[in-house]
């Protein structure tokens, strides 16, 4: 079994900053990406930003610039450093892993993380 778990959603004000953790754990041969998407009511999911095994990353052109994707101090982590959000930026975050086990290969989601930003 895999989990992938979020954490460090909030409210913060406009202009001010966010930074979201995940975790991947379980039976895990290896992760071949990481990435963050989010949805906001009303709104289909989309990317926010990804980052591979080799540590190339790809980010969506609103966040890109504000937004930063790393792999966390701990094995099969990531984290998103969010700054200057804006009201838009509210949306549930989600976590995919891209996980290779027994299974096979395929994206692992997490629950979501809510960001709420205020104007």
């Known amino acids: 079994q895999v989990q992938v778990v979020e954490s460090g959603g909030g409210l913060v004000q406009a202009g001010g900053s966010l930074r979201l953790s995940c975790a991947a754990s379980g039976t895990i041969f290896s992760i071949n990406a990481m990435g963050w998407y989010r949805q906001a009511p009303g709104n289909q999911r989309e990317l926010v930003a990804v980052?591979?095994?080799?540590?190339?990353?790809n980010y969506a052109d609103s966040m890109a610039g504000r937004f930063t994707i790393s792999r966390g101090d701990a094995k099969n982590t990531v984290n998103l450093q969010m700054h200057s959000l804006k009201p838009e930026d509210t949306a549930v975050y989600y976590c995919n892993a891209r996980i290779r086990n027994l299974m096979g290969e395929r994206g692992y989601w997490g629950q979501g993380t809510q960001v709420t930003v205020s104007s």
């Open positions: 980052i591979t095994s080799g540590g190339s990353t």
